[in-house]
T-cell receptor
Framework: DAKTTQPPSMDCAEGRAANLPCNHS???????VYWYRQIHSQGPQYIIH???NNETNEMASLIITEDRKSSTLILPHATLRDTAVYYC???????????FGQGTRLTINP | NAGVTQTPKFQVLKTGQSMTLQCAQD?????MSWYRQDPGMGLRLIHY???????DQGEVPNGYNVSRSTTEDFPLRLLSAAPSQTSVYFC?????????????FGSGTRLTVV
Protein backbone atom coordinates (compact mmCIF):
# COMPACT_ATOMS: atom_id res chain seq x y z
CA ASP A 1 0.00 0.00 0.00
CA ALA A 2 1.16 3.49 -0.75
CA LYS A 3 2.39 5.61 2.12
CA THR A 4 0.50 8.72 3.16
CA THR A 5 1.78 11.89 4.83
CA GLN A 6 -0.44 14.12 6.96
CA PRO A 7 0.29 17.07 9.23
CA PRO A 8 0.30 15.93 12.86
CA SER A 9 -2.15 18.55 14.05
CA MET A 10 -4.45 21.32 12.85
CA ASP A 11 -6.82 23.81 14.41
CA CYS A 12 -10.02 25.22 12.98
CA ALA A 13 -12.65 27.62 14.28
CA GLU A 14 -16.14 26.32 14.83
CA GLY A 15 -18.39 27.03 11.86
CA ARG A 16 -15.53 27.39 9.42
CA ALA A 17 -14.47 24.85 6.81
CA ALA A 18 -11.77 22.44 7.92
CA ASN A 19 -9.42 21.42 5.12
CA LEU A 20 -7.24 18.42 5.92
CA PRO A 21 -4.44 17.66 3.43
CA CYS A 22 -2.92 14.29 2.62
CA ASN A 23 0.05 13.49 0.43
CA HIS A 24 0.14 10.09 -1.32
CA SER A 25 2.69 10.63 -4.05
CA UNK A 26 3.34 6.90 -4.61
CA UNK A 27 -0.30 5.94 -5.07
CA UNK A 28 -1.00 3.29 -7.70
CA UNK A 29 -3.70 3.46 -10.32
CA UNK A 30 -5.88 0.89 -8.57
CA UNK A 31 -5.64 2.38 -5.07
CA UNK A 32 -8.50 4.30 -3.54
CA VAL A 33 -8.12 7.12 -1.05
CA TYR A 34 -10.09 6.61 2.17
CA TRP A 35 -10.67 8.90 5.11
CA TYR A 36 -11.55 7.73 8.59
CA ARG A 37 -11.69 9.56 11.89
CA GLN A 38 -11.34 8.45 15.49
CA ILE A 39 -13.05 10.45 18.18
CA HIS A 40 -11.46 10.10 21.60
CA SER A 41 -10.45 6.41 21.43
CA GLN A 42 -13.76 5.28 19.96
CA GLY A 43 -13.69 2.94 16.98
CA PRO A 44 -12.60 4.56 13.71
CA GLN A 45 -15.48 5.96 11.69
CA TYR A 46 -15.54 5.78 7.90
CA ILE A 47 -16.01 9.21 6.30
CA ILE A 48 -15.54 9.01 2.55
CA HIS A 49 -13.49 7.45 -0.22
CA UNK A 50 -12.63 8.14 -3.86
CA UNK A 51 -10.55 6.92 -6.77
CA UNK A 52 -9.94 9.92 -8.98
CA ASN A 53 -13.09 12.03 -9.03
CA ASN A 54 -14.11 14.43 -6.30
CA GLU A 55 -16.66 12.95 -3.94
CA THR A 56 -19.21 14.43 -1.54
CA ASN A 57 -21.48 12.88 1.04
CA GLU A 58 -23.41 14.07 4.06
CA MET A 59 -20.27 14.22 6.18
CA ALA A 60 -17.58 15.70 3.95
CA SER A 61 -16.10 16.35 0.54
CA LEU A 62 -13.00 14.74 -0.89
CA ILE A 63 -10.91 16.59 -3.44
CA ILE A 64 -8.29 14.50 -5.27
CA THR A 65 -5.74 16.25 -7.46
CA GLU A 66 -5.62 15.34 -11.12
CA ASP A 67 -2.32 13.49 -10.72
CA ARG A 68 -3.79 11.72 -7.65
CA LYS A 69 -0.69 12.45 -5.61
CA SER A 70 -2.57 14.38 -2.95
CA SER A 71 -6.05 14.93 -1.62
CA THR A 72 -7.96 17.18 0.75
CA LEU A 73 -10.79 16.27 3.06
CA ILE A 74 -13.18 19.16 3.61
CA LEU A 75 -15.56 19.43 6.54
CA PRO A 76 -17.69 22.35 5.32
CA HIS A 77 -18.98 23.68 8.65
CA ALA A 78 -16.90 22.23 11.45
CA THR A 79 -18.47 21.69 14.86
CA LEU A 80 -16.90 20.87 18.22
CA ARG A 81 -17.94 17.24 17.67
CA ASP A 82 -15.60 17.07 14.67
CA THR A 83 -12.60 17.21 17.00
CA ALA A 84 -10.84 13.89 16.28
CA VAL A 85 -7.84 12.23 14.72
CA TYR A 86 -8.32 11.99 10.95
CA TYR A 87 -6.64 9.22 8.99
CA CYS A 88 -5.95 9.27 5.27
CA UNK A 89 -5.45 5.74 3.92
CA UNK A 90 -4.81 4.38 0.45
CA UNK A 91 -5.98 0.89 -0.29
CA UNK A 92 -6.42 -1.47 -3.22
CA UNK A 93 -9.93 -2.91 -3.44
CA UNK A 94 -9.71 -6.41 -2.06
CA UNK A 95 -6.68 -5.69 0.14
CA UNK A 96 -7.18 -7.27 3.51
CA UNK A 97 -6.00 -4.55 5.82
CA UNK A 98 -6.15 -0.84 6.39
CA UNK A 99 -2.77 0.71 7.13
CA PHE A 100 -3.28 3.45 9.66
CA GLY A 101 -0.58 6.08 10.02
CA GLN A 102 -0.43 8.71 12.74
CA GLY A 103 -3.18 10.83 11.23
CA THR A 104 -3.97 14.50 11.84
CA ARG A 105 -5.31 15.58 15.20
CA LEU A 106 -7.95 18.18 14.32
CA THR A 107 -9.11 20.48 17.09
CA ILE A 108 -12.20 22.59 16.53
CA ASN A 109 -12.12 25.71 18.69
CA PRO A 110 -15.23 27.60 19.86
CA ASN B 1 -29.15 -0.33 15.67
CA ALA B 2 -27.24 -1.98 12.84
CA GLY B 3 -23.53 -2.13 13.41
CA VAL B 4 -20.65 -3.96 15.05
CA THR B 5 -21.04 -4.91 18.71
CA GLN B 6 -18.05 -5.74 20.88
CA THR B 7 -18.11 -7.21 24.37
CA PRO B 8 -16.83 -6.67 26.95
CA LYS B 9 -15.94 -2.98 26.83
CA PHE B 10 -13.30 -3.32 29.54
CA GLN B 11 -11.38 -6.31 30.86
CA VAL B 12 -8.49 -6.88 33.26
CA LEU B 13 -6.66 -10.19 33.04
CA LYS B 14 -3.83 -11.74 34.95
CA THR B 15 -0.82 -12.98 33.03
CA GLY B 16 -1.47 -16.48 31.73
CA GLN B 17 -5.25 -16.26 31.79
CA SER B 18 -7.25 -16.86 28.66
CA MET B 19 -10.36 -15.09 27.44
CA THR B 20 -12.51 -14.46 24.39
CA LEU B 21 -13.37 -11.05 22.99
CA GLN B 22 -16.73 -11.14 21.28
CA CYS B 23 -17.64 -9.39 18.03
CA ALA B 24 -21.00 -9.54 16.28
CA GLN B 25 -22.39 -7.67 13.26
CA ASP B 26 -25.94 -7.58 11.95
CA UNK B 27 -25.26 -6.15 8.50
CA UNK B 28 -24.67 -9.50 6.76
CA UNK B 29 -21.10 -8.46 6.02
CA UNK B 30 -18.82 -11.13 4.61
CA UNK B 31 -15.56 -9.59 5.76
CA MET B 32 -14.64 -9.23 9.44
CA SER B 33 -11.36 -8.40 11.10
CA TRP B 34 -9.64 -7.68 14.39
CA TYR B 35 -7.23 -4.81 15.02
CA ARG B 36 -5.29 -3.73 18.06
CA GLN B 37 -4.32 -0.17 18.87
CA ASP B 38 -1.51 0.57 21.26
CA PRO B 39 -1.16 4.02 22.84
CA GLY B 40 -0.20 6.71 20.32
CA MET B 41 -0.10 4.25 17.45
CA GLY B 42 -2.23 3.32 14.50
CA LEU B 43 -4.28 0.15 14.26
CA ARG B 44 -2.60 -3.13 13.37
CA LEU B 45 -4.39 -6.11 11.84
CA ILE B 46 -4.44 -9.29 13.95
CA HIS B 47 -6.70 -11.72 12.04
CA TYR B 48 -9.37 -11.45 9.40
CA UNK B 49 -12.09 -13.53 7.77
CA UNK B 50 -13.55 -13.24 4.26
CA UNK B 51 -16.53 -15.42 5.07
CA UNK B 52 -17.88 -18.13 7.37
CA UNK B 53 -15.35 -20.91 7.79
CA UNK B 54 -12.45 -18.88 6.35
CA UNK B 55 -9.87 -17.08 8.48
CA ASP B 56 -6.34 -15.84 7.93
CA GLN B 57 -3.55 -14.09 9.78
CA GLY B 58 -2.85 -10.39 9.72
CA GLU B 59 0.40 -8.69 10.65
CA VAL B 60 0.39 -9.40 14.42
CA PRO B 61 -1.36 -12.79 14.90
CA ASN B 62 0.86 -14.38 17.57
CA GLY B 63 -0.96 -15.15 20.81
CA TYR B 64 -4.41 -14.93 19.26
CA ASN B 65 -6.84 -17.40 17.68
CA VAL B 66 -10.01 -16.77 15.72
CA SER B 67 -12.84 -18.79 14.22
CA ARG B 68 -15.81 -17.89 12.02
CA SER B 69 -18.61 -20.40 12.38
CA THR B 70 -21.34 -17.92 11.38
CA THR B 71 -21.50 -14.81 9.23
CA GLU B 72 -22.46 -12.70 12.24
CA ASP B 73 -19.81 -13.62 14.81
CA PHE B 74 -16.03 -13.39 14.86
CA PRO B 75 -14.59 -14.04 18.33
CA LEU B 76 -10.95 -13.37 19.20
CA ARG B 77 -9.33 -15.69 21.72
CA LEU B 78 -6.30 -14.85 23.81
CA LEU B 79 -4.67 -18.15 24.65
CA SER B 80 -2.37 -17.10 27.49
CA ALA B 81 -2.51 -13.38 28.17
CA ALA B 82 0.73 -11.42 28.40
CA PRO B 83 1.32 -7.79 29.45
CA SER B 84 2.34 -7.04 25.84
CA GLN B 85 -1.26 -7.73 24.85
CA THR B 86 -2.50 -4.76 26.86
CA SER B 87 -4.20 -2.74 24.17
CA VAL B 88 -7.50 -1.57 22.75
CA TYR B 89 -9.03 -4.13 20.40
CA PHE B 90 -11.33 -3.17 17.56
CA CYS B 91 -13.47 -5.42 15.42
CA UNK B 92 -14.40 -4.22 11.94
CA UNK B 93 -16.59 -5.50 9.13
CA UNK B 94 -17.17 -4.73 5.46
CA UNK B 95 -19.76 -5.94 3.01
CA UNK B 96 -17.47 -7.86 0.64
CA UNK B 97 -13.73 -8.22 0.12
CA UNK B 98 -14.09 -7.21 -3.50
CA UNK B 99 -15.85 -3.91 -3.02
CA UNK B 100 -14.57 -0.44 -2.27
CA UNK B 101 -16.92 -0.07 0.69
CA UNK B 102 -15.66 1.44 3.90
CA UNK B 103 -15.28 -0.51 7.11
CA UNK B 104 -17.62 -0.33 10.09
CA PHE B 105 -15.79 -0.52 13.40
CA GLY B 106 -17.00 -1.53 16.83
CA SER B 107 -16.48 0.69 19.88
CA GLY B 108 -13.57 -1.38 21.15
CA THR B 109 -12.53 -3.58 24.08
CA ARG B 110 -9.97 -2.09 26.44
CA LEU B 111 -7.82 -4.92 27.76
CA THR B 112 -5.27 -4.66 30.54
CA VAL B 113 -3.03 -7.61 31.37
CA VAL B 114 -1.33 -7.41 34.77
Amino acid sequence: DAKTTQPPSMDCAEGRAANLPCNHSTISGNEYVYWYRQIHSQGPQYIIHGLKNNETNEMASLIITEDRKSSTLILPHATLRDTAVYYCIVRVVGAQKLVFGQGTRLTINP
Amino acid sequence: NAGVTQTPKFQVLKTGQSMTLQCAQDMNHEYMSWYRQDPGMGLRLIHYSVGAGITDQGEVPNGYNVSRSTTEDFPLRLLSAAPSQTSVYFCASRSSPGTADGYTFGSGTRLTVV
